[in-house]
C-alpha cells in the first residue's frame, strides 16, 4: 500500500515545542515509521518553510518528506495558509502526476488545513481520504484561555466540510469521537477511535538522581514540569501562578522548589514572548522559574525523569502526548479534566486530574503530593502501568485496520 500522508501546517522534521511544531508532529513521524516498518510506502507531503529543503528527506526506511512549494518561505503564520491551500494542492497533485497512475492506494490528512487538499487530491485520484482533526476549532472555543481569540468561520466551515468528505474518521479518544458527532454530525459509524501512543522504549524509568545531576538540577528539589508550546492555550502561566500559591502556603518550600518551563514561544504567545517571565517577576518567584528551549526526544526522557511531576494545565487537549511520555518514565502527571487529557491520565492512578483553571486547586494538589510521599509512591507505580497501554504498536495497528476500512467501502462504493 502507498499513503500520501499530509502533514501542510507543520513538517514532521520540525522540532517539537517550537513554532506550529508539537504533539502531532510526533505523531506524524512515528505513525509513517511503523507503517512502513508493516510494508507500507508512506509520502508525508509538507509545505517548504526554507529555500535550502531538498525536494524530498528520506527519514526512515519506506519513509520520505515531499517539500512543496506554497507562499514565501519564512514568515507565513499557520494562520496565513488557508490563502495559500490552493498552491499547496497544486503542489501535490503536481507530484503524483509525475508518477504512475494510481501511485496512491489511499490518503490520511492531519489536521484540518491538510483535509482541505487531500479532499481535492482523493477526488482527483479517485482513492478514500483518512482524516484525523487533532484539534476542533468548535471545542476549542468552549474552552479558550483569557484573552485568546476564538477560531475563526473559516476554520470551522472547513472542518465540516473535511468531515462531510473523508471515508474514515480518526478519533485520538472517545471523548473526541463524541464531539465529531456532537458538534459536526459526523456519521458514528465511519468514526474510529485510535489512541495515539508512546514510544516505551525511549520513554521509560531511570534514576532521578542522575537526571538530575546531567540537568544541574539540587537532588533534594521539589520539581514540577510543563513541556510544551508556549502559549496561552497550553496554559504555563496556571503553573506559574500555582507555584506562587504554593510558596506562600509553605514558605519552606521556597528553598526547594524548582518550576521548568521547557518550550518555545508559539501561536498567540507570539505576540507577548515575555509574558511569562514578567508574570514570574510579578508574583516574585522568578528565582524559582527555569526556562529550557525545546529539547530533543532523548533530552526530554532525562527532564521526565528529573521531574516530580509534570504539570499539563491545557485549555483544551485532543489527546495530550507529553502526558503519555511523563507517565512512561514514571512521573506522575497533574493535569486539567479536558479532553483526550482524561483518556492520556488515569485519575488518583497515574496522576491527577483538576476540574477548572484556578491555580489555587493545582497549588493545593501539589502541597498534598508533596506532604504524602505514599501516595507519590503510588502514582509513580500507576505512571508506568497506565502508559504501557499506549504504545505506538497499537495506534498503528488500529490506523491500518481504519485504513482497510476505507478501502474495503471504496471497492464496493457505487
Not at 500555582?242 to 526547594?256: C, D, F, G, Y
Amino acid at each position: 500500500m502507498r499513503v500520501a500522508l499530509l502533514s501542510i501546517h507543520t513538517s514532521p522534521l520540525d522540532q517539537p515545542g517550537t513554532g506550529d511544531a508539537g504533539g502531532m508532529n510526533v505523531y506524524v513521524v512515528e505513525t509513517a515509521k511503523r507503517l512502513a516498518q508493516s510494508g507500507m510506502e508512506i509520502d508525508i507531503f509538507t509545505r517548504a518553510t526554507a529555500s535550502r529543503l531538498a525536494p524530498t528527506v528520506d527519514i526512515a526506511p519506506g519513509v520520505q518528506v515531499v517539500h512543496v512549494t506554497a507562499g514565501p518561505f519564512e514568515g507565513l503564520r499557520k494562520s496565513d495558509l488557508p490563502g495559500q491551500l490552493c498552491a499547496v494542492t497544486a503542489g501535490v497533485l503536481r507530484t503524483e502526476a509525475s508518477k504512475s497512475e494510481g501511485h496512491y492506494d489511499l490518503i490520511h490528512s492531519h489536521y484540518w488545513l491538510s483535509g482541505q487538499v487531500g479532499w481535492l487530491a482523493s477526488e482527483r485520484w479517485a482513492v478514500p481520504l483518512v482524516h484525523t482533526m487533532h484539534t476542533l476549532g468548535r471545542v476549542k472555543n468552549l474552552n479558550l484561555a483569557a484573552g485568546d481569540a476564538p477560531e475563526p468561520d473559516m476554520r470551522l466551515i472547513g472542518e465540516q466540510q473535511v468531515v462531510d468528505v473523508a471515508k474514515r474518521l480518526i478519533a485520538n479518544t472517545q471523548i473526541e469521537a463524541t464531539e465529531l458527532a456532537s458538534f459536526y454530525s459526523a456519521d458514528p459509524s465511519k468514526i474510529d477511535v485510535v489512541n495515539p501512543g508512546v514510544d516505551l522504549e525511549l520513554f521509560s524509568p531511570g534514576s532521578q538522581s542522575a537526571a538530575r545531576k546531567e540537568l544541574n538540577i539540587p537532588l533534594d528539589a521539589s520539581l514540577l514540569l510543563f513541556v510544551g508550546r508556549i502559549q496561552p492555550l497550553k496554559a504555563p502561566d496556571i503553573l506559574i501562578r500555582a507555584a506562587a500559591e504554593l510558596v506562600a502556603m509553605r514558605p519552606e518550600l521556597r528553598s526547594s522548589l524548582v518550576v521548568v518551563i521547557c518550550g518555545g514561544v508559539s501561536g498567540s504567545g507570539l505576540d507577548k514572548p515575555d509574558a511569562l517571565r514578567d508574570l514570574a517577576t510579578e508574583l516574585g518567584i522568578v528565582d524559582l522559574i527555569r526556562f529550557e528551549p525545546p529539547s530533543s526526544r532523548e533530552k526530554l526522557v532525562s527532564w521526565y525523569r528529573a521531574a516530580d511531576l509534570t504539570v499539563v494545565p491545557s485549555y483544551s487537549e485532543s489527546f495530550g502526548l507529553v502526558a503519555i511520555e511523563s507517565q512512561a518514565c514514571g512521573t506522575p502527571v497533574v493535569a486539567s479534566a479536558v479532553g483526550g487529557l482524561k483518556t492520556a491520565v488515569a485519575d488518583n492512578v497515574s496522576g491527577r486530574l483538576v476540574d477548572g483553571h484556578n491555580p489555587i486547586a493545582y497549588s493545593h494538589v501539589f502541597n498534598q503530593l508533596f506532604n504524602n510521599p505514599h501516595s507519590m509512591d503510588e502514582l509513580v507505580k500507576g505512571a508506568r502501568i497506565h502508559a504501557a497501554a499506549f504504545g505506538w504498536e497499537k495506534t498503528t495497528s488500529g490506523l491500518t485496520d481504519s485504513y482497510e476500512r476505507a478501502l474495503s467501502q471504496s471497492r464496493v462504493a457505487p
